[in-house]
Every structure is written in C-alpha cells, then in structure tokens.
C-alpha cells in the first residue's frame, strides 16, 4: 500500500521544472523541529546529510518522537550495496510511495533522479543538513536536487566560514617553494630563495584547483546560496528558536548503545574474524551485532590491546584508531641518532633561510615538526615541560610562513586567530594523535596574567602504550610476512624499515616519556 502524500504545502507552489523557495535556517535545532513536526503530519519526507552520522542519529530521533512503525528507508555507507538496498533505488520512484521518510547521504549515488509522472508533488518536504570540509557547494546541491518537484526546501548548512588562503599566486608560490611540484622548481637562487618556473603548467594547474575548493570551502554558505539564486530559487532564511534540541536524546542513547555492544561484543577465532573482515571490505549487509563484533576485533588486532570503557570513551567520534596510527608514525621520529642528528631537524632546516618554507611531507611528519618549534619534544621524547603563548613565538612563525602546506597536508585550515591564540592551534594539531593541552597554572607577571598548558601525563602514556602496541603488531605481521616470501610486498618490507626492532619496543616508552624537567 502506498503511503499517501501529506497536505499540501502553501509555503510555495512548484510547476514543471520551474524552482521556487529554498529556506535556510539558521539554527540547526530548529530545523530537526521541524522535521520531526512534518512526520508527525504524515508529511513524506526526503532527508540527506554529509554526515553519515548525523543520518544514524536523525534516524533514531524519529523514531523516539514520532514511533516505531513510521515507514522509513535509510541509506548510507554501511548499506549501499545491500541487495534491497540496489533494488530500491533502480525503481526509486515506485518504491519512494510506499514509504513516508527516505534519509541518506551521498551513498544514494550520483545518477538518482526521483521525478514523478506529470511532475507530481510527491515528496512534501526535502531536508538538508551540511557539515564543512566534506564536500563543495555544488555537491550538496545536486544533493538535494534528487528530488525535482518537492513540495518544499528546508537547508541548514554549517555556518562557519574559514581562513583558507585563496590567492592562486600566493599558492603557487607556497606550492613552489615546498617542492609540491618538483618539475617546476629550477633550484636556489644566490638570495637562498627557491626560483620555479611560474608559467609551469602543472603547478599552475595544481594552484587554481587548490584556490577552487578553498574558496567553496572558505564561503560554503554564501556560495551554495549564490548557486541556488542562479539557478532561479529565491533564499530564505529563517531564525527561528528551538525550546531543545530532539537530536541530542537520540545521540546520547547511541553512543550509550554502541558502548553497551562493544563491551558486550564477543572475541572471535581468526577463521570466524576472516570471514566477517571480508564480508566488510565488500560492503555486505551486515547486522548490528555484526558489525559491532567486528570493529572491536579489528580494533584489538590492529592495536594488539583489549578494548575496555576508557578506550571506548576515548573514541567517541571514531578515530581513535586513526590517531593511534598517526602517533605510531610519529614515534620513532623523535629519536636521535648516535651523534646526536635528528630527522626533525633536516625537515627544519629550510626555514632557517629567508622565506624558506617546510616541504610538504606526510602528516606524521608535519605533526613532529609542529611539536618541536612549540617545545613539547626533545631529541629524546616528549618534554614535561610547560608551554604558554610567549613560548610558541615560533610556532606562530612557522605556522605564518607555511599557512598553505600545512593547511593542504592536514586538511584544514588553520585557525583565524592562530597568531593570538596559539595553543588553540596546537590543540587542533594534537588531536591527530590523541593527545591534547591543559591548563597547567595561572601565574601574574608585571599585572600580565600568563598561563601554562601541558599534555597531561596520564594521557601521554595511554596513547603511547596504544601506539608501541600498535607498531608491535604491525613489526610481528611484516615478520610473518617475511617468514613467507611468496607474500612478502614492498610494504611489509618498508614497514620493517620504518619500524624499531622488537627488541627495541620494550625501551621505547619510558624513552618517549623521559624529557627535560
């Protein structure tokens, strides 16, 4: 049986192919409101996100507000290429009415085109909400364009906008003197400047791209707006007010529910971990039990430790494992050698001519140098020592002459204020591995009030136990590998290059731990 469609909407009036009003709201909450007022309507409803997460929670919100038996399909990542899931949307036009909410991300796929017969008003409302740095302006407005004749246009969109430098010669000239294309680099002039072929037509090619997506994701609002009104929608926005925000009941009891099922999950034989890691790695359907039973396996083969509250807490946004990586390539970094020479300090180096800049290089190794220049590393660790802003002068000064590779290999733009509030900064850098600053102490100086950050020592050693783990796992596997030449691969063996011995992991902590008093 078909769902019916809800009332008709008299916010606009939509003819064939003509587009009519879009509102953007300005206040998230507000607009989760709304949408759990339309299915309360029996409004049939088309709801798409940039954020998978967002769709998870947006599902369960719906169905603690509006109840159960709402008929609702739901499509991300996870479910894409499910059997049902490919069959619904080859006959989405069908299958949409006998549903009330369709919600998804862009999982739905790029060629979906959900127009009725005689461009009938079929779906009452489309609801969008956008998140920055996932994709362009355009992306989400062939988003929500699935739906050609909706009844009506509600959008909320990330409001922040970003500092990304978008000059095309200023990146050019950045891209140019860290070596992003070498080609175009001829050498150093007598001045120790880098002196490239400007006309270069890679590196040109490379600098406006870049200069493109920094200036959608510098302005994403004020672009998507500009691209609607040019295709013929007129924009409003709407202010209003939510009493509280339904969303965040349903977040709590998710994360409250896959903490439960993480801790509740089974460990599994290899054979058992084998077959559902490649049930994963092909996209199929999986339950929810399934699923869970495989992220806390692979998390504890991967890092080589039980996954416990803490870890479970730790990991609250889903990249704890991403972070362990990345402190693990961060690691051996930070030692010396016998005579006292350090990778970190070869990567420096060019900055120590005049309008030298750093080399763009893996984000592992942009992170160790940050952490030098700020002072939290040593050529034996990290240092126990405290940081304030009178002390990361030159953080500030890298960060400034380097804006646009570190903004390109981290993949985010550095922080308007940087320049005054750099342990802020730092702190969006220390989250790539975990770790983050805390006020250590207020002191008065001269009626100045200065305070000093540390990276709390309880949570140094926890990330760094989980990554000399992790590198313990990873060496025994490129052994194995070893052991085996027939599936030996040039990546086990870099693997075995970049990483300590065995015998050295057992020192490795206390060393990373030990600093400077």
């Known amino acids: 049986m078909n769902w019916p469609p809800g009332p008709a909407c008299t916010a606009l009036t939509m003819k064939t192919m003509i587009p009519a009003l879009s509102q953007l709201h300005k206040n998230r909450a507000f607009l989760e409101q709304e949408v759990i007022a339309a299915v309360k309507r029996g409004e049939r409803c088309f709801i798409v996100s940039n954020s998978k997460r967002f769709i998870d929670a947006a599902r369960r919100m719906i169905q603690t507000e509006c109840g159960d038996q ?45 127009t009725f017969p005689n461009d009938q008003v079929l779906v009452d409302r489309v609801f969008g909400f956008f998140y920055p740095f996932v994709n362009t302006h355009t992306d989400i ?11 009506r246009v509600d959008v909320w969109v990330n409001p922040a906008t970003f500092n990304f430098t978008s000059n095309v010669d200023v990146i050019k000239d950045d891209l140019a003197r860290a070596y992003v294309v070498p080609k175009a680099v001829r050498g150093r002039r007598s001045d120790g400047l880098v002196d490239y ?18 200036a959608s ?120 050698d016998d005579r006292g020479n350090d990778l970190v300090s070869a990567l420096l180096e060019p900055t120590d001519t005049p309008k030298g800049r750093l080399q763009k290089r893996e984000t592992e190794q942009l992170i160790t140098v940050l952490m030098r220049v700020a002072n939290l590393t040593a050529g034996n660790g ?41 342990t802020r900064q730092l702190n969006a850098f220390l989250k790539h591995i975990g770790l983050e600053l805390t006020l250590a102490k207020v002191e008065k100086i001269a009626g ?23 590198r313990g796992v990873e060496a025994r596997l490129a052994e194995e590998r070893e052991m085996a030449p027939r599936r030996r691969s040039n990546h086990a063996e870099q693997t075995m290059i970049a990483g300590p011995t065995p015998a050295e992991e057992s020192h490795l902590l206390s060393r990373f731990l030990l600093g400077p008093p």
């Open 70 to 114: 709402i008929a609702m399909r739901v499509i991300t990542r996870e479910n894409s290429r499910d059997d049902s899931i490919v069959r619904f949307l080859a006959n989405i036009k069908e299958e949409f009415c006998r549903i009330q909410v369709l919600a998804g991300t862009p999982s739905i796929g790029t060629g979906i085109d959900i």
């Open 217 to 336: 994701k510098n302005r994403l609002v004020e672009l998507f707006c500009a691209l609607r009104e040019s295709n013929g929608w007129t924009v409003e926005w709407v202010a209003g007010t939510p009493s509280a925000s339904p969303m965040t009941v349903a977040k709590d009891m998710l994360e409250a529910e896959r903490a439960e099922m993480l801790l509740a999950a089974p460990s599994v034989d290899d054979a058992d971990y084998i077959e559902l890691d490649e049930k994963v790695s092909k996209g199929a359907n999986l339950t929810k039990e399934e699923r869970t039973t495989h992220e806390r396996n692979h998390f504890e083969r991967t890092v080589g430790v039980r996954l416990d509250e803490n870890l479970i807490e730790m990991n609250t946004d889903g990249r704890l494992l991403d972070k362990v990586r990345t402190l693990a390539g961060v690691l051996p970094l930070l030692a010396m």
């Open 197 to 214: 072929d400007r006309d270069d037509p890679l590196l040109n090619l490379y600098a406006h791209v870049v200069a493109l997506q920094r």
């Open 448 to 470: 100045r009030k200065i305070r000093y950050y540390t990276i709390p020592a309880d949570l140094l050693a926890t990330m760094t136990r989980l990554a000399l783990s992790y």
């Open 382 to 422: 990290f240092n126990k020592g405290l940081v304030s802003v009178d002390t990361l002068t030159r953080f500030v000064a890298i960060c400034r002459e380097n804006r646009t590779v570190i903004e390109e290999v981290m993949h985010e733009p550095l922080r308007g204020d940087f320049h005054k509030k750099p």
């Open 141 to 151: 407005d062939q988003q929500l364009s699935r739906v050609r004749h909706p009844g």
